[in-house]
């Protein structure tokens, strides 16, 4: 069952540091751009590399192509001002304003930055064209990449598009946004395996929608099975939020646990991004 606190009580990082001994993986789901819940993470990020300095940070708001941003301004080859101007030219759409203090924080403590999602212009491929239209020779995440969804992910994900997109209609369209939505889900999963894989000392700490992560669907099943089929065990910590004011399920969802932990927290309109 999971724990649920209320901000500004945060969830106990003495203990999350014991844990991720064997886990080696924090997956801390987000409602995008909320002050109250960067604190949480930047609390998440100190705390951890207090533990392991071999840390790295993997987010949902960069995607794969843009890695070369990150790693020109963690060397100090570009400023946050040029990585700005640089990525508000792309598709991707989050405030780096917000979320350049996540950049500034692992910089500061010399902590590598992952970005981990494949590019939204495949996703939206997917929406028009179905899975096959990520294969090619350009390809950068073919579609036998892909670990599919199940009933209950369904479920969840169309009572999200219930509450935040009313008038969607089900169907076709409903069937491949929730086919763009595991894609996505597939592919943070899989470069977070690889970046686990590739250094058994190595934790991770990673950023995304609350969308992609809770109830254990998502990137938390899908990363267990991309290191399953590589012989590695893990079973990743999960933080999620909900304002006060919101009901803990979605309509019609009847699984108990969310997250290990659920933090509650005032809302604070700012700028607005894709969920």
Same mark, same amino acid.
């Given at each position: 069952?999971?724990?649920?606190l209320?901000?500004?009580?945060i969830p106990?990082?003495?203990e999350?540091?014991e844990k991720?001994?064997?886990?080696?993986?924090?997956?801390?789901?987000e409602?995008h751009?909320q002050p109250?819940?960067?604190t949480?993470?930047?609390?998440?990020?100190?705390?951890?590399?207090?533990?392991?300095?071999n840390?790295?940070?993997?987010?949902?708001m960069?995607?794969?192509?843009?890695q070369?941003?990150?790693?020109d301004f963690?060397?100090?080859?570009?400023?946050?001002d040029v990585?700005?101007q640089k990525?508000?030219t792309?598709?991707?759409?989050?405030?780096?304003?917000h979320?350049g203090k996540l950049l500034?924080?692992?910089? @500061?403590?010399?902590?590598p930055?992952?970005?981990?999602i494949?590019?939204?212009?495949y $996703?939206?491929k #997917? *929406?028009?064209d179905g899975?096959?239209?990520l294969?090619g020779?350009?390809?950068?995440?073919?579609?036998?990449l892909?670990?599919?969804g199940h009933?209950?992910?369904?479920?969840y994900?169309?009572?999200?598009i219930?509450?935040?997109?009313?008038?969607?209609?089900?169907g076709l369209?409903l069937?491949r946004?929730f086919?763009?939505?595991i894609?996505?889900?597939s592919?943070m999963a899989?470069n977070i395996?690889?970046i686990?894989?590739?250094?058994p000392?190595?934790?991770?700490i990673a950023?995304?929608?609350k969308g992609?992560m809770?109830y254990g669907y998502g990137?938390?099943e899908?990363?267990?099975e991309?290191l399953?089929r590589e012989?590695?065990t893990?079973e990743?910590i999960t933080?999620?939020?909900?304002? @006060?004011?919101?009901?803990l399920?979605?309509?019609?969802?009847?699984?108990?646990?969310i $997250?290990?932990? #659920? *933090?509650?927290?005032?809302?604070h309109?700012?700028?607005?991004?894709?969920?």
């Open positions: 069952m999971h724990r649920i209320t901000y500004p009580e106990d990082f003495s999350i540091r991720m001994k064997d886990s080696r993986l924090l997956i801390i789901g409602d751009v109250s819940l960067l949480l993470q930047l609390q998440a990020i100190e705390n951890l590399h207090q533990a392991n300095a840390l790295v940070l993997a987010l949902e960069f995607n794969t192509e843009q070369h941003l990150l790693d963690m060397d100090d080859h570009i400023t946050m990585l700005k990525y508000d792309s598709s991707e759409g989050f405030p780096l304003e979320y500034e924080k692992a910089k @500061k403590l010399r902590i930055v992952k970005g981990v494949i590019p939204r212009v $996703a939206a #997917v *929406v028009r899975l096959d239209s294969n020779p350009e390809s950068i995440f073919p579609s036998d892909v670990v599919m009933e209950k992910h369904k479920e994900f169309e009572a999200l219930r509450q935040s997109s009313p008038m969607m209609s089900s369209s069937d946004f086919l763009a939505q894609v996505k889900d592919s899989y395996s690889r686990l894989l590739q250094n000392e190595v934790w991770v950023i995304m929608g992609h809770e990137v938390p899908r990363t267990k991309y399953r012989g590695m893990i990743p933080i999620s939020v909900r304002e @006060k004011n919101e009901s399920h979605p309509p019609g969802i009847v699984e108990e646990k $997250a290990d932990y #659920v *933090v509650l927290y005032e809302k309109q700012e700028v607005e991004t894709e969920p």
